[in-house]
């Protein structure tokens, strides 16, 4: 008999233990609970979607080359310095080139001489008032063959040459860069003197996995953000696709960089901001986005209880997402206050009015 009491008051207790034990729903409520939450909402609205697409790259200059002497010898005189611009055809330096400025000159009096010796010769052969043109082509062949103009002059435009290949002149406007090279030192056609940089024609180059390729095309806006400082924005247009495929998966793209008076250097390194529209989603701010159980949801509000949604992303950019489907235009979405917020809860809202 005393057994049979003992068990029963065993079993007794154990009932009561479980009936005191707080349930799932006591734990994680799906309805209304006793206090209201505070939380900020949007409207969602019908709104333009531009996917982004972020690649790095570098600048490089339309116009950049290696600038030599077409001749050996040695440095007299450098009239230029590292960072400093030219004019197409300005003097960036000279060699030593006395004996070739007087092998000129030589040429230049003998030319004279054989003009003045022509002179002689057409009165010879009377026609010393006429112009060439209106001299019989054999007697003026024969009166500037006796004169010697013709080899005077050949050997002015020989001499010249030589003595232009001591100085060195700007192709194009530019910036000077990588100049190494002193005043007195000797240095052969095959040196580099300096590197001539065209800052104002720059182009970025950069690369976008093959699964973009789609979002890109040609006379596409991009936006350039050098790292040096990331709040400077400057626009470019693409201006070449490479079509190929690396062995990365890589497709490599060229933008010409539209922007005037920019601060961009030649090597330097930038972000790349691509925005491909999307058509038919819904867009919605990224701090709408909460994660359940690894799953992606968005919360509204119907009648003051928050409901969560689950949502399916296709595109994102630096400050908003597009989903296809989980929520619509019109819902009231919780963009604030939503982190620990569960089914069912009631809230108490702040509609906040996007700036479009």
Known sequence: MKRIITYIFITLLCCNCKKESPTIEEINPISNSASTIQVSTRVIQDQNFNQQIIANGKTEALKKGELRFKTGNRIAHINVRNGQRVQKGEILAYLDNELLKNAVDKAQIALDKAGSQLEEEKINFGVSNKEEADINAKILTNIKFKSGIQE??????????????TILRAPFSGVVANLESKTGNYITSSDVFCTLISDTNMEVVFSVLEGEFNAISLDQEVSIHPFVNTSISYTGKISEINPFIDKNGLIAIKALITSKDSRL???????????????????????????????????????GLAKWNYVTITGENSTHYALKDGVQIGDTIIVAGNLNLSHGASVSSRLIIENR
């Not at 005077?152 to 290949?165: D, F, K």
């Not at 701010?285 to 909460?290: I, M, R, Y």
């Open 265 to 303: 250097l030649d090597g330097m390194n930038v972000k790349v901001l691509i925005n491909s529209p999307i058509q038919d989603v819904v867009v919605i701010p990224k701090q709408a986005l909460v994660l359940r159980s690894n799953r992606e949801l968005v919360f509204t509000v119907d009648k």
């Open 152 to 165: 005077a002059s050949n050997t002015l435009e020989n001499s010249q040459l030589v003595y232009n290949q």
